[in-house]
């Protein structure tokens, strides 16, 4: 069999389920408007930052990961920067054969220049509408939601799950918590989980990944969740091939695991991509997803994520198809829009490249 390259993969249509805008920067864009922001950066050529930001978040801990958010943060605080970004993640993604994605920021963490929530949500938009026009043009079409995410440390789950609601109609497809997990349990915004399904709302949750299965069990089980963001000590619930309770009710009611791998390797949640538990994931047949995380932060990006998981495994083009159908499946906009993207363009594409 031919080894498949990672500019095969480029070609193949994939599906993001968890990507953040706000780790997805280009560090050009970066240096561009810090330097209009007067915000002081560690590093001020765009190589060099861009190494930067993979060394300072390949730190072994969640919590000083999080801490290069803030020279993204900090040049995402007004209506430019904000199409910018988004205009150029569309841009990125499409070029990389992405063809649905779902990317998600946290909107309160973009008001400190003025902005109002609904006025960063609307710039967001119109980067994304932009930028997936332009996208179209170059032959890459693409279809992006957004997710609003409420930061767990902080107490504005309820106003952001609202404004979610509010902009369900103009591109906001779901809602999230992310940040620091341990010590910040999902029920802590119980209210919001429960407002978002009085209101048929879909919402996927940060758990598992720092902390173990009290998270995961507390998300699907008090919560509600969706699908799990990262969800990978799911494993701890399993021995051998054995599965505990709540590793057997993820798998029976297939939820989504929106795994990944280079961030988890980053932050201690995984030794290694080889060692990565997806492996063992994928043999069970739960819900497997691939994804991103932060592309600026782990220097990656889909097409690398499955490269990387090609040389680990052995994988071919029916895994990584399987991938993709289960992200399209697992999709927060509606199941005939999903059903459409599987037909009509994922799988006559991985029929060509499986012939
Ligand atoms: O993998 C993650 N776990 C928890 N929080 C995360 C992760 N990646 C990004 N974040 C945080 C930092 C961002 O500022 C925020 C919104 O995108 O979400
Ligand atoms: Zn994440």
Redesign the pocket.
């Known amino acids: 069999m031919v080894a498949i390259s990672h500019a095969d993969i480029v070609q193949a249509p994939k599906a993001l389920l968890h990507d953040?805008?706000?780790?997805g920067l280009r560090p050009a864009t970066i240096v561009e408007l810090a330097a209009k922001a007067g915000h002081r950066l560690p590093e001020d050529d765009p190589e060099r930052l861009g190494e930067w930001f993979v060394a300072a978040a390949d730190s072994g801990s969640?919590e000083r990961y999080?801490e290069t958010?803030a020279h993204t943060?900090a040049v995402m605080q007004t209506e430019e920067g904000l199409h910018r970004v988004a205009r150029e993640c569309a841009l990125d993604l499409a070029a990389d054969g992405v063809v649905y994605a779902e990317v998600?920021?946290?909107p309160e963490?973009h008001l400190e220049r003025g902005l109002s929530l609904d006025a960063v949500v609307e710039a967001v938009h119109a980067g994304f509408r932009d930028g997936c026009a332009e996208a179209a043009t170059q032959g890459n079409q693409i279809r992006i939601g957004t997710l609003l995410?409420a930061?767990r440390h902080a107490a504005r789950s309820q106003e952001i799950a609202e404004l979610a609601v509010r902009c369900r109609d103009t591109g906001v497809v779901g809602f999230d918590i992310?940040?620091a997990?341990a010590g910040f349990p999902p029920t802590r915004h119980l209210d919001a989980f429960e407002y978002l399904q009085r209101e048929n709302f879909h919402f996927t949750i940060?758990a598992g990944?720092a902390f173990g299965l009290p998270s995961i069990w507390q998300a699907i089980q008090w919560c509600g969740a969706d699908r799990l963001g990262?969800g990978v000590r799911i494993v701890d619930d399993i021995v051998g091939t054995s599965l505990g309770r709540l590793s057997s009710y993820v798998r029976d009611k297939r939820i989504p695991l929106e795994l990944?791998p280079s961030?988890n390797v980053q932050t201690g949640a995984a030794p290694s991509i080889a060692e990565h538990p997806i492996g063992l994931l994928h043999d069970l047949r739960f819900r497997v997803t691939v994804n991103t995380?932060?592309r600026l932060m782990s220097g990656t990006s889909m097409s690398k994520e499955m490269a990387l998981l090609v040389e680990a495994f052995g994988w071919g083009w029916s895994e990584l198809q399987w991938l993709t159908i289960n992200a399209m499946k697992s999709a927060f906009i509606p199941y005939d829009e999903r059903l459409a993207i599987i037909t009509d363009v994922i799988k006559p594409a991985y029929a060509k490249l499986l012939a």
Do not use: I, K, P
């Open positions: 953040h805008l706000d780790g969640l999080l958010f943060v998600r920021y946290a963490q995410t930061m992310a940040g997990e940060h990944e990262h990944c961030s995380d932060n």
